[in-house]
């Protein structure tokens, strides 16, 4: 039995519609080599305290590739190895880079002050920006993107460090997130994704 025309005409508009949509999702089309996470965890969004003292949200880094951890300055290995590696990778995309931002997400906002983070985060890159605020802010944004963290007993001189999770969240221009890593993981992975997003293109 054939179908009738209006519903080969329906059956012709669907399959457009599909193809209109397969071609407008470019998370399809990007060979990322570290974790995709396209589709599968919420778009950047936030509101703290830039090292500048000014309040911002995700929406202010729009138009930015993102790449999104969290630490605290007071860390003393995870953190400092961690931004070290994206500065040598910011320096490696070139030119590309100054489409890029790196958001530094204190845990430990008791501590971390906007002046604190600013002179910590521009010691390793000055595309890197420090981000602080409301405790219950940093905590809903940490379970936003499945983090974790946790203030350790304080030690006889009043110190203590903070157990925190060390993932690494990559975020398109448009505030999507695209790429999941860890410090383990290569390097040259990073470049290669973080190049992909900024240039649609595959790296030499």
Same mark, same amino acid.
């Given at each position: 039995?054939?179908?009738?025309?209006?519903?080969?005409l &329906?059956l012709?508009?669907?399959?457009? &519609?599909?193809?209109?949509?397969?071609?407008c999702?470019?998370?399809q089309k990007?060979?990322?080599?570290?974790?995709?996470v396209?589709?599968?965890?919420?778009?950047?969004?936030?509101?703290l305290?830039?090292?500048h003292?000014k309040?911002?949200?995700g929406?202010d880094y729009?138009?930015k590739v993102v790449?999104?951890?969290?630490g605290?300055?007071?860390?003393?290995?995870?953190?400092?190895?961690?931004?070290a590696q994206l500065h040598?990778?910011?320096?490696r995309l070139?030119?590309?880079?100054?489409? &890029?931002?790196i958001?530094f997400?204190?845990?430990d906002p008791?501590?971390d002050?906007p002046?604190?983070?600013h002179a910590y985060v521009? &010691?390793?890159?000055?595309?890197a920006?420090?981000?602080?605020g409301?405790?219950?802010?940093?905590?809903?944004?940490?379970?936003?993107?499945?983090?974790a963290?946790t203030?350790e007993?304080?030690?006889?001189?009043?110190s203590?460090?903070?157990?925190?999770?060390?993932?690494?969240?990559v975020?398109?221009?448009?505030?999507?997130?695209?790429?999941?890593?860890?410090?383990?993981d290569?390097?040259d992975?990073?470049?290669?994704?973080?190049?992909?997003l900024?240039d649609?293109?595959?790296?030499?």
């Amino acid at each position: 039995m054939k179908p009738l025309p209006s519903l080969r005409l &329906a059956l012709l508009l669907l399959l457009l &519609a599909f193809i209109a949509l397969s071609g407008c999702d470019s998370s399809q089309k990007l060979p990322f080599r570290l974790t995709d996470v396209s589709g599968h965890m919420p778009d950047l969004d936030f509101k703290l305290t830039d090292d500048h003292g000014k309040p911002v949200t995700g929406a202010d880094y729009r138009g930015k590739v993102v790449v999104l951890y969290f630490g605290y300055t007071h860390c003393p290995d995870v953190c400092p190895l961690t931004l070290a590696q994206l500065h040598v990778v910011m320096q490696r995309l070139g030119p590309l880079a100054d489409k &890029a931002r790196i958001l530094f997400v204190s845990v430990d906002p008791a501590r971390d002050t906007p002046a604190v983070m600013h002179a910590y985060v521009n &010691a390793f890159d000055p595309r890197a920006i420090g981000l602080t605020g409301d405790a219950r802010d940093i905590e809903a944004l940490s379970k936003r993107y499945r983090s974790a963290y946790t203030r350790e007993p304080s030690g006889k001189d009043g110190s203590y460090e903070v157990s925190h999770s060390s993932a690494i969240y990559v975020f398109d221009s448009k505030g999507g997130a695209r790429v999941l890593a860890t410090p383990a993981d290569s390097q040259d992975d990073l470049v290669h994704d973080l190049h992909l997003l900024l240039d649609n293109g595959t790296p030499s």
